[in-house]
């Protein structure tokens, strides 16, 4: 095998590495939460961590934490969170709460990067005997399209999976029923796994 040869196997090693990943449905409803706070018989627990793989390090390189919710309101009357339910650091400070959209921009995978695999179309494997080449397959045709585009594809769905369970789990201006208990997704602007409490006016 020819050094070229050896060079376009480490490449597609390298690139494989490099795949998209799917989407682990989160299911704020089904978490065991371990932390929890409570204010006016309001509690509220929460969890970070929720997410994984490429949406996990999304989270470190933009500085936004997802973190999954589960509001019980036992307070005697009906609550809006955003408004009657807040939730702050134990400094007071408010959490930067994002909308769903600019979290599902923060933290969905990108996909123009795998366009790079299209540089593997020309490669050819070749073999030699004595010095001359004695065949030649066109291995570039069906590996660069094929991982660009099935990647692409498979960072796309991952990511309307995302997205759904985003909008699905979205409370913020919620109505939280007296004796209500909602779950939500919550993205916050934030690098660091602070403490949470909650604050109901």
Not at 143 to 169: R, T, V, W
Request: proline share 2%; charged share 20%.
């Amino acid at each position: 095998m020819k050094s070229q040869n050896l060079i376009l196997y480490y490449c597609i090693v390298i690139l494989l590495s490099g795949c998209a990943s799917s989407y682990n449905m989160i299911n704020p409803d089904k978490l065991n939460y371990a932390s929890r706070t409570d204010d006016h018989s309001v509690s509220v627990e929460y969890k970070y961590g929720v997410l994984t793989k490429r949406y996990a390090r999304k989270e470190t390189n933009n500085s936004v934490k997802l973190i999954a919710v589960k509001i019980s309101n036992n307070s005697g009357r009906d609550m809006v969170f955003g408004k009657d339910i807040k939730l702050t650091y134990t400094n007071d400070h408010e959490l930067d709460i994002l909308d769903e959209a600019k979290t599902y921009t923060s933290l969905k995978q990108g996909w123009a990067g795998y366009l790079f695999y299209l540089l593997l179309t020309p490669a050819k494997l070749t073999s030699t005997s004595n010095g001359t080449q004695t065949s030649s397959v066109p291995l570039g045709y069906a590996i660069g399209p094929g991982l660009a585009f099935g990647n692409i594809i498979a960072a796309g769905s991952a990511n309307d999976n995302f997205k759904n369970e985003l909008l699905k789990y979205n409370i913020t201006g919620s109505l939280i029923k007296n004796g209500e208990t909602v779950y939500g997704l919550i993205g916050v602007k934030s690098d660091n796994f602070d403490a949470i409490k909650i604050k109901v006016n």
